[in-house]
């Protein structure tokens, strides 16, 4: 069975849509979000529009601020702190990936914890290992809502994730470990990954290799969670060799419509939490 991400992205902007509209009356201006786009990225350049229709949806003011392709560390990180100390800016977030010239961890230590709503910091990573609130990176709290919208009860479940980058593996690790999950992560040192992957309850595929997990490393009835985007010749693809591990998954994530749509409607969250706990 599919797990449907673009519906259940859906019902989170609508339910957040009550929530912007109370901010709004209540401190006379919208919630803002303010993202950096440095040029030169078609991709980025999409994932950006689609970042702006969606805080339309829901009431949230959007600012794109635009720099030139070969902008200067010291421009890139000016604009960011002069964004984080906007009173109307609630959520600051660089649009990734930056050029070579750019030093990324810089330019993100600008942005403050409490307007951090990619959940990249330092902070509120080392909330999230604590089991403190914090606003946790989009694309781990998306999966977590799918698995709860489906009614994945995750305790005491085996998780296991492939690829352990600071956007989405390690984050989700501890996402899951919060709730009582037991968590493996497996990466490109992992001895015998097939073996690994076998014994997941629930299987979380974020490497970006398309097509990397097959059907006999997926275990009957187990719940797939395919993070992975590649661009192919023929088309988008995930991490996971869908058409035949849908076979034994009892739930799967498709690409797309899986699990994209659950990180910009995350996003949007992360933002209304900010929001609400600057009041």
Known sequence: MNMDGKAVAAEVRESLKARAARFEQTRGRKIGLAVVLVEGDAASEVYVRNKSRACAEVGISSRTVRLPADCSQEEAERTVRALAQDGTVDGVLVQLPLPSHLDGKRILACIPTEKDVDGFSAENFGKLAKNEACLPACTPRGVMELLARYGVD????????????NIVGRPMALLLLNADATVTVCHSKTNDLREECLRADILVAAIGRPAFITADMVKEGAVVIDVGINRTEHGLVGDVDYPKVCEKASLITPVPGGVGPMTVAMLL???????ERAL
């Open 269 to 275: 969250l992360n933002t209304v939490e900010a929001a």
């Open 154 to 165: 995750v305790r005491g479940k085996r998780a296991v994730i492939v690829g352990r980058s």
